[in-house]
């Protein structure tokens, strides 16, 4: 469950209709086996009866002489076929005369006819209605106690070809609506079983699938607290600065010039964090315009390391390069946002290096690709710190950060920068030890 209403409903909702959508279509899906099996069901017995009375016509024609009489030979074919009306007990059937198992098909019965249609004889016990045949037809027949049969009637001729009588094979049809039922009954009570198991499934799917999206909903409130609070900082600052001037009745020019240099800072870090939400903002919608030009990754580390000497001699750090390609190193990109890349990271191993500290800026080539190392052995990241610090707004220690003037959003932009030139950046580093930062960008 999501702390947010919003999500929970949403969430609600696309299980309802994940759970209604399959529902619907496992419905239909048993409807169509039921019908399916239905119509396949009754084609095997109504081929089984067809087969079945053409079998009994091709072996009992060429032994018929005389029309409407069964002869010896007939009786020989079905052993425990019953003269007249009267019910018989089959006889058991004898293994060398028993030529077509009739006997043993309890579905099935045989009924010989006259061409009159006059019963003279029954294999099995035939349903007691009597439909006359016309001709070779396909009957359904429901007896008294509402028993379905199927039927097939063939018409017989003698040896001689005169005609004979009729010939009636059918089926019980009880084996097959038992069939039916039990397998509607399965359909029945597996659709509601099925719809829980399928409503628990949606339930988790849809979770699965919001998930991403909250987090991102998360990101955004997150991101928005943290911008909303870093803009609140400078701002009331200036406002206790311009409040507590206004206080004061003889303002002297040196107390005004104290003032406005106040303002001037927290406006000055204004901008440079509007400056940079703006350019993350920009780089997140692929809308910052970023130049395709030749850029020599040689030229801008020399320049940033003169640059950033008089920071560096103020923090007691000394910086230095170590260039380990023999070619300068040349990369497809914006050279501003190179600049703003490798100023980042200079500048954080600047603030965070002890007094005296050394700090390497290295280049070197690695297959297809260009590295650049930023290593200073200052106070360095606890590993648990490590995945966060390219997180916006993050920073180890809010207190001593502060101090440095960062808002916790130079790694972000950095990490920004390195995807938006199809490059990956990454850090080691040990606590007290120190910290390498390893960019490794596609060489032109
Ligand atoms: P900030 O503007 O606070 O420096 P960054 O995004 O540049 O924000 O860095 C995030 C956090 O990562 C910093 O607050 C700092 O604690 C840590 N960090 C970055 N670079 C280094 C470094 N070279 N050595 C130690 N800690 C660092």
């Known amino acids: 469950m999501h702390q947010n209403k919003l999500f929970n409903q949403t969430q609600l909702k696309l299980a309802a209709w994940y759970a209604s959508v399959m529902g619907l279509i496992l419905s239909i899906c048993g409807i169509a086996v039921y019908l399916h099996m239905e119509q396949t ?69 045989v009924r010989f006819l006259t061409v009159s249609s006059q019963l003279l004889a029954t294999v099995n016990t035939p349903p007691q209605v009597n439909i006359s045949p016309q001709g070779e037809t396909w009957q359904t027949i429901v007896d008294r106690q509402g028993q379905r049969y199927h039927q097939f009637s063939i018409l017989l001729k003698t040896s001689t070809g005169q005609p004979w009588g009729y010939l009636q094979v059918g089926r019980s049809l009880s084996g097959y609506h038992n069939h039916l039922d039990s397998l509607k009954v399965f359909l029945i009570l597996g659709l509601p079983i099925a719809m829980l198991l399928i409503g628990g499934a949606s339930w988790w799917l849809a979770g699965l699938a919001i998930q991403p999206v909250y987090d991102s909903y998360q990101q955004v409130q997150q991101f928005t607290a943290d911008a909303a609070h870093e803009l609140r900082t400078p701002l009331a600052a200036v406002q206790a600065t311009v409040e507590s001037t206004l206080e004061v009745e003889d303002l002297t020019l040196p107390e005004a010039q104290m003032t406005l240099q106040t303002i001037e800072r927290q406006n000055r870090r204004l901008s440079q964090l509007v400056h940079d939400l703006l350019m993350l903002s920009r ?110 707004f993050y920073r180890v220690n809010r207190d001593r950060s502060r101090q440095t003037g960062g808002a916790g959003l130079g790694l972000a932009i950095a990490q920004a920068i390195v995807k938006a030139h199809h490059g990956s950046i990454r850090v080691q580093s040990q606590v007290g030890q120190g910290s390498l930062f390893t960019v490794r960008l596609p060489l032109k």
């Open 41 to 109: 069901y009754i084609q095997a017995i109504d081929q089984e009866v067809q087969t079945l009375a053409g079998t009994l016509h091709d072996s009992l024609e060429p032994v018929l002489e005389q029309p409407g009489q069964l002869n010896a030979a007939v009786k020989q074919t079905l052993p425990g076929i019953c003269l007249g009306t009267t019910p018989c007990k089959p006889s058991i059937p004898d293994s060398h005369i028993h030529v077509l198992g009739i006997n043993n098909r309890d579905p099935y019965y």
């Open 283 to 392: 780089i997140d919608f692929n809308a910052l315009s970023m130049k395709q030009q030749i850029c020599c990754l040689n030229d801008v580390v020399n320049d940033l390391v003169e640059e950033l000497a008089a920071v560096a001699i103020t923090a007691q750090v000394s910086l230095t390069t170590e260039f380990k390609s023999d070619q300068p190193l040349y990369v497809m990109g914006d050279e501003e946002q190179l600049y703003r890349l490798i100023t980042n990271l200079m500048i954080n191993a600047i603030h965070y290096s002890m007094p005296e500290g050394l700090i390497i800026v290295r280049l070197l080539k690695e297959d297809q690709a260009a590295i650049l190392q930023v290593q200073d052995f200052g106070v360095g990241i606890a590993p648990k710190e490590q995945s966060r610090i390219f997180d916006r």
